[in-house]
């Protein structure tokens, strides 16, 4: 158990409901701020730096039952975000360019797209939420002794409770828990979306050979056309990284198209023909605009909660607290879980005076664990795929 530096400190109740920041509206944020909201707490605001939402992290994202549910009975039912409904994952051996095999199993959940589930989640959040082009950049406590983010170009905001959603190079870890630091776990995610869509391509699809991956699944953009989601996971020296993108991996988490070179991008697809069959190699030739994702790890967190001043509270959640590894298929699901138990405890606060240190401890200690087993599964995944660093330890 990790005791809390002042358990009975806070006290919001005695002010009525608590108020509550949450920095980050990409998926856990703006799912947190939906289930508040049936919680009966109307005191939330969600802040994103970004102007305009784009994928930081995935663009296809598997979630599993338990995440669905959750995010149904915030009233975002299935069909809006997952446009395709195979549970069925193919898995396919690559050897000499040439299909050597396939399995299937399938997978305890649905598939969707980053942009189909945010646009769903940011459609619902009451008005006056959402505050997206509002960079937070630190903590304080203000006079009446509640946290205080403070906002580039901005005046500070108050809150009893400030939840750092802001994924895996998050502020909020930085200010809160600065002793773990990203390390990158030595591959790639390179990612597109490609006007090519095999009439075959119905289920989530892995094209697996030594030291790389190719994973496909059609998606539904916004304008309505189908295309077929790549992600081509490729091992990469970190100086091979600083090479092609002149970039560190653990500062550039997130690889815009703009900020990828023409050379960077030959060398990938000369990669890709010479490992991949045909058609898969032509679907990546074939996507105007790519991104990319190198592979981070981090050590496991001892605490998700931190008291600041003496009434309020600080959390991280979802990527903030722990960015997993995209094979553990995990990110985004402990995002929701975490989320979802967050707000429970609120709301036994809220309705039956449940005191907050206290619950909020018991929410820690239940979700940990969860962390724990995704962060040593993604370096154990990635050894028998042959991808990246591995074992990884703290
Ligand atoms: C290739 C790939 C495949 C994946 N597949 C899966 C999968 O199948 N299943 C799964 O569960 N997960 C998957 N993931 C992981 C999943 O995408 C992430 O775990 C998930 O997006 C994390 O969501 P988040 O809301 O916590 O953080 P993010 O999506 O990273 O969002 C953070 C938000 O915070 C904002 N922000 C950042 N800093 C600040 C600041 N200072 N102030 C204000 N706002 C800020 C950002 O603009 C952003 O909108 C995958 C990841 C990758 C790379």
Redesign the pocket.
């Known amino acids: 158990m990790i005791p809390l530096a002042h358990p009975h400190t806070a006290s919001p109740t005695a002010d009525g409901e608590p108020s509550i920041a949450i ?7 703006p799912t947190l701020a939906l289930l508040l909201r049936q919680a009966g707490l109307t005191n939330v605001t969600v ?4 102007p305009y ?1 784009h994928a ?8 599993e039952h338990a995440a669905l549910d959750v995010l149904d009975s915030v009233g975002v039912p299935q069909h809006e975000f997952v446009p395709f409904t195979s549970e069925r994952v193919v898995a396919v051996k690559v050897a000499d360019r040439c299909d050597a095999g396939h399995t299937h199993t399938f997978y305890p959940g649905r598939s969707t797209a ?1 942009h189909l589930i945010n646009t769903a989640l940011l459609q619902r959040l009451p008005e006056g939420w959402l505050r997206l082009g ?4 630190g903590l304080a406590t203000d006079v009446d002794g509640r946290a205080q983010l403070q906002i580039a170009d901005a005046d500070p905001l108050s809150a009893d409770l400030v939840v750092f ?7 909020g870890r930085r200010l809160l828990d600065p002793g773990r630091k990203l390390r990158y776990g030595g591959y790639v ?1 390179w ?1 597109g979306q490609s006007p090519t869509v095999l009439p075959d391509l119905h289920d989530y699809t892995r094209l697996e050979l030594p030291g790389a991956g190719l994973h496909l699944f059609p998606i539904l953009q916004r304008d309505g056309a189908v295309v077929t989601d790549w ?1 081509f996971y490729l091992n990469h020296s970190e100086q091979e990284f600083r090479t092609l993108l002149d970039a560190d991996p653990v500062r550039r988490t997130y690889v815009l198209p703009h900020q990828i070179p023409a050379q960077a991008r030959r060398h990938i697809t000369d990669h890709a023909r010479q490992l991949l069959p045909s058609q898969a190699s032509a679907i990546i030739e074939a996507t105007p605009s790519w991104s990319a ?1 190198p592979i981070v790890d981090i050590a496991p967190p001892e605490r998700m909660i931190y008291p600041i001043g003496h009434r309020a509270h600080a959390v991280l ?4 607290l722990a ?1 997993v590894r ?1 094979n553990t ?5 402990n ?1 929701i879980e975490q989320a979802t138990s967050l707000a429970a405890t609120l709301r036994q606060h809220l309705r039956y005076g449940a005191d907050l240190p206290v619950a909020l401890e018991g929410w820690q200690r239940r979700n940990l664990p969860a962390v724990y087993d995704a962060l040593e599964l993604g370096p154990k995944l990635g050894a028998t795929l042959g991808l990246g660093h591995h074992p990884v330890s703290p």
Not at 56 to 63: C, D, K, R
Not at 134 to 137: E, Y
């Open positions: 920095v980050g509206a990409s998926i856990t944020g802040l994103d730096a970004s939402l930081q992290a995935g663009g296809v994202i598997g979630l980053w509002s960079r937070v950049q959603a802001d994924g895996r190079r998050s502020t995610a990612r992600t994702a959640l979802g990527d903030a960015p995209p298929a995990r990110g985004a699901n995002g």
